[in-house]
């Protein structure tokens, strides 16, 4: 089955400063990428996906790059406010079936004032 | 924005017992799904469900397990009888059918078998 790998465990940057985060998947059948943030005591909250068709997707100061010949997919938070402080989850979904996402482990990041 | 809701927060049962978790989706999804977390590992995927019938399980979702949304109620995910490796924290999710990419989730449950 498709594994995830998520290669940031921890992130610390200064405000303003940007954020990549990294994954990496194993199948090539994965066709969909969505990010989730998780606040301390909250669910996952989705904030940004890509889909296999592109390979760059921004909204407001975050971009999804996704390199398929590499299977791999980033997320960049760019101008970093401390509220970016969360845990941050990558995922892969492969086409058809029922949108079961494989997670990554998560990256937390810290945003310094 | 939409608010997927989970009772209990934390639940604590001995070994054996049953013990049922409660998601209440978004009011006009129509998928659901619970994902169990272990500790410090990934998130892994449990079930989903759609129109009354449970369309997909992982080799996670044992037989002790089940699911069902009687009438537009809670979602709810039951473990019969339970055993210490179901410790975990179980987040539920809900999506639309045409937005099915699109999951909304749940705080979780923190679930402790003793």
């Known amino acids: 089955g498709e594994k995830v790998e998520q290669h940031e465990s921890t992130l610390s940057v200064r405000e303003g400063d940007s954020a990549v985060i990294n994954c990496t998947y194993t199948?090539?059948?994965?066709?969909?990428f969505p990010w989730y943030k998780q606040e301390a005591g909250k669910g996952l909250h989705f904030v940004i996906d890509?889909?296999?068709?592109?390979d760059r997707k921004q909204s407001q100061r975050l971009i999804v790059l996704l390199d398929k010949k590499a299977k791999r997919f980033s997320l960049h938070i760019t101008a970093t406010q401390p509220e970016d402080s969360a845990i941050y989850f990558c995922a892969a979904i492969t086409s058809g079936g029922n949108y079961k996402p494989t997670f990554g482990k998560g990256t937390s990041l810290v945003v310094h004032p | 924005g939409p608010k997927v809701l989970q009772i209990p927060s934390h639940q604590i049962i001995d070994m054996g017992q049953m013990v049922t978790l409660n998601c209440d989706p978004v009011s006009n999804h129509l998928y659901f799904y619970w994902y169990k977390q272990i500790l410090g590992q990934q998130m892994e995927f449990l079930v989903n469900?759609?129109?009354?019938?449970?369309?997909?399980k992982s080799k996670l979702f044992k037989d002790q397990f089940s699911v069902e949304r009687p009438d537009g109620s809670y979602f709810t995910l039951k473990i019969q009888p339970t055993a210490l490796e179901d410790s975990a924290v179980y987040f539920c999710?809900?999506?639309?059918?045409?937005?099915?990419?699109?999951?909304?989730f749940g705080p979780g449950t923190r679930l402790t078998v003793l």
């Open positions: 469900f759609y129109n009354g019938k449970v369309m997909e």
């Open positions: 199948d090539t059948a994965s066709s969909y």
């Open positions: 999710a809900s999506s639309l059918r045409d937005r099915g990419y699109e999951q909304y």
């Open positions: 890509i889909r296999s068709n592109v």
